[in-house]
């Protein structure tokens, strides 16, 4: 796979992880209203499953569509949401295992949305020393290395 | 030295004469260094159930390893080990996470052995807290200095320390098997456990106990013709490894006493009738077994502390010269010839983490462990199918397909071991792994990477051709 396809996968997959999470939210808000798990306190503010659910679903869609642009950012936005939803869950010991199968899904895809992000970036990137490689058809044809071997 | 040996010499980076005695040592440090913690699994699974998977255990979890691990350490003799081999065969990206989650872990797992034999000191002599973190330190500061100071002190520290442990050891199997009144291998299992629950509960400290077989592959830059010494080091390692767990464990059961194998932990300093094997070492050989058990329990941490000081800190200096890490950590000490930025970096950190207690990080510790695993096998493989003619010093003796299968099994027990180790685990594992994803693009998009042909240490691209760094060198010569 080149560079494009996995940016577009990327996206695709932060997008889907958002939709999902925030899909997720909205049905046990229908279901519980009083919140699965408790509430969760970051510097005094009470944070309910469900509203967390739907903020890192934004934060994961915005992420996902930030990848179009720069694989960088969309990439750390999309893996933030995962690692704060992790946080939540690692800190709410007695329904542990209720969280992780309420996030599993958008953990999975955000992760690895982040991973189609670092490829993308792999494949785009041209690496310091690859002046000297011989060019293939579909290979970069002017690339650049920005500085010069270590001594 | 050889020509490839020349030709693979990273500049910066001494290459100490090892012998294979030493590599053998090396290697049994990073793996075993005695049997300690083999206590709890007695008497979580119950004494025939261990000793079966102590012998077992291995050839579906640990030789796999130590074969993949000496077939790539022999065909990409490389600074950096298992960071370049994934590389070789799943490109940088994946070599870049495997590098990350190994090293994670060892900053983690290297602070745990310091913590482990500081308590073993705390426990006869009880001074404060304060005073166990001024310990700490001067020990971190020890084994950091010796690192610095070249593999080869750090080789000879590692024979001394291994001699500590290992001679009480032999005095407990003799002492054990002669005086001993517990049965070994019976019962079977606890009372009323299953065997799917002992597995359970054993398989994760086995894994434990089992695993390091491919840490001495990140020294590969630094020993004069790896590809022949660390491959049969590892050959070598694996029997004597299995051997040491089985007879010191079934010494210590029956050095327990009858029936008392249910007492057995890894802690007994609390008193009572717990037993480790400290404790074992006392019941059937008097005062003097015990100080020496106790001598050999602290030797021992603080070996696998040196062990994984040297192995760990290695892939964090190879990563900063492929250009996916700061680049300061990539120094190599212009008399001694060793990273040493990145060595003190890490007992640094050591140094923080001794202070307190660091329940939570150890818990992404395995997971990190079992992570970086899997991409080390997935690239044996595919470098099998991609490039069956790259020269293999040592060849595992198996067709790929065959090692396809083998391999499964490690990687079965793996996943297998990522979602029985608990809920705690499983997601403080996962929010390590993801932190691999986020400096990979971090770094590269910093540091930009280095092309194939350009990496130092390696001489052939993997189409084949001689690398810029390979002419260098020869020009040089």
């Known amino acids: 796979m080149n560079a494009r396809s996995w940016r577009n996968l990327g996206a695709v997959l932060g997008v889907a992880a958002g939709v999902v999470a925030i899909g997720l939210g909205l049905y046990i808000h229908s279901r519980h209203p009083w919140a699965a798990g408790g509430v969760w306190r970051i510097a005094g503010v009470a944070v309910s499953v469900q509203r967390l659910l739907a903020a890192m679903g934004l934060l994961m869609i915005v992420g996902g569509l930030v990848v179009l642009r720069s694989r960088t950012a969309g990439g750390i936005l999309v893996a933030a949401a995962v690692v704060i939803a992790l946080c939540l869950i690692y800190t709410h010991a007695n329904v542990r295992m209720t969280l992780v199968r309420v996030w599993a899904a958008p953990v999975v895809l955000g992760l690895l949305s982040s991973m189609c992000a670092g490829l993308a970036l792999e494949a785009e990137i041209v690496p310091v020393g690859a002046e000297a490689l011989p060019k293939s058809p579909g290979s970069p044809t002017s690339p650049v290395a920005d500085e010069a071997p270590p001594a | ?477």
């Open chain 2, 1 to 477: 030295m050889s020509d490839v040996g020349k030709l693979l010499t990273d500049p910066g980076l001494r290459r100490v004469r090892m012998r294979i005695f030493t590599a053998v040592v090396v290697v049994f440090t990073l793996v075993c260094s005695g049997s300690f913690g083999m206590e709890d699994v007695v008497s979580s699974s119950g004494p025939g159930f261990t000793i079966l998977m102590i012998v077992l255990l291995p050839f579906v979890w640990s030789v796999p390893m130590a074969l993949v691990a000496s077939e790539l350490g022999s065909a990409i003799p490389e600074g950096g080990g298992l960071f370049r081999w994934v590389r070789r065969g799943l490109g940088e990206y994946w070599s870049f996470q495997t590098g990350w989650w190994w090293t994670l872990s060892l900053y983690v797992d290297s602070a745990v052995y310091i913590t482990l034999a500081l308590g073993y000191i705390q426990s006869k002599w009880h001074f404060s807290d304060d005073w166990r973190w001024v310990f700490g330190i001067g020990l971190v500061a020890f084994f950091t200095f010796i690192n610095i100071r070249g593999l080869d002190i750090t080789g000879k520290a590692l024979i001394v320390i291994q001699a500590i442990v290992m001679v009480p050891f032999v005095a407990l199997v003799i002492v054990g098997f002669a005086k001993g009144t517990g049965n070994p291998i019976s019962p079977f299992l606890p009372p009323g456990t299953s065997i799917f629950a002992a597995t359970n509960l054993g398989l994760a400290i086995m894994m434990w106990m089992y695993s390091g077989y491919e840490s001495m592959s990140t020294l590969a830059a630094e020993v004069e013709n790896p590809q022949r010494l660390i491959p049969r080091a590892i050959m070598i390692a694996v029997p004597i490894v299995i051997v040491t767990y089985a007879l010191t464990t079934m010494a210590a059961i029956m050095a327990a006493g009858k029936g008392n194998w249910v007492n057995m932990v890894s802690d007994a300093s609390a008193g009572g009738a717990a037993v480790d094997f400290v404790r074992a070492g006392q019941i059937v050989g008097g005062a003097f077994l015990l100080w020496a058990m106790f001598a050999s329990a602290i030797a021992s941490n603080l070996g696998l502390y040196a062990g994984y000081l040297a192995s760990g800190s290695r892939p964090s200096y190879q990563l900063s010269r492929d250009r996916l890490y700061p680049r300061f950590m990539g120094k190599a000490h212009k008399r001694w010839g060793t990273p040493w930025v990145a060595i003190l970096i890490m007992g640094l950190v050591d140094a923080i983490l001794v202070k307190g207690s660091f329940t939570t990080l150890i818990v992404i510790d395995v997971f990190l462990l079992m992570f970086s695993y899997i991409p080390i096998f997935i690239a044996a493989i595919v470098l099998r199918v991609r490039e069956p003619h790259m020269p293999r010093p040592f060849r595992v003796p198996m067709p790929t397909w065959l090692l396809a299968i083998y391999v499964c099994f490690p990687i079965a027990i793996a996943v297998y071991a990522l979602f029985s180790n608990g809920s705690d685990y499983l997601v403080g594992g996962l929010v390590g792994v993801v932190s691999g994803p986020i400096a990979y693009l971090i770094f590269k998009r910093i540091y930009k990477g280095t092309a194939d042909n350009a990496l130092e240490g390696s001489i052939v691209t993997p189409e084949g051709e001689p690398t810029t760094f390979a002419a260098e060198v020869e020009a040089q010569a």
